[in-house]
Nanobody, 124 residues
């Protein structure tokens, strides 16, 4: 099994920055990718950013391009999400996910392992 633990959420004002981290433990061999998704109340879970483990290829949702940056530390089995210029629309629970499948980073069905989520609230 794999355990994912997110940290770093909080309440900020529009224009502020925030950094999230997600540490994977347990059976962490054969990771293909790790990603961040988010879910706002009454909305479906959506892809935010993802990174492949071997080559570090990245993908972002259009809504966060230029503002969010995903990175990884392979030695620590940890990914990070640096969020700059936050907007009220970024308010959501943010979830870390891990996939062993060679599928598109934004494919929610590719992820078998999920963290418990961390709340990000951006006030205007």
């Amino acid at each position: 099994q794999v355990q994912l633990v997110e940290s770093g959420g909080g309440v900020v004002q529009a224009g502020d920055a925030l950094s999230l981290s997600c540490a994977a433990s347990g059976r962490t061999l054969s990771i293909y990718s790790m990603s961040w998704f988010r879910q706002a109340p009454g909305k479906e879970r959506e892809f935010v950013a993802g990174i492949t483990w071997s080559f570090g290829s990245r993908a972002y949702a259009d809504s966060v391009k230029g503002r969010f940056t995903i990175s990884r530390d392979s030695a620590k089995n940890t990914i990070y999400l640096q969020m700059n210029n936050l907007k009220p629309d970024d308010t959501a629970a943010y979830y870390c996910a891990l996939s062993r499948d060679r599928r598109q980073l934004g494919d929610v069905g590719a992820y078998a392992y999920w963290g418990q989520g961390t709340q990000v609230t951006v006030s205007s």
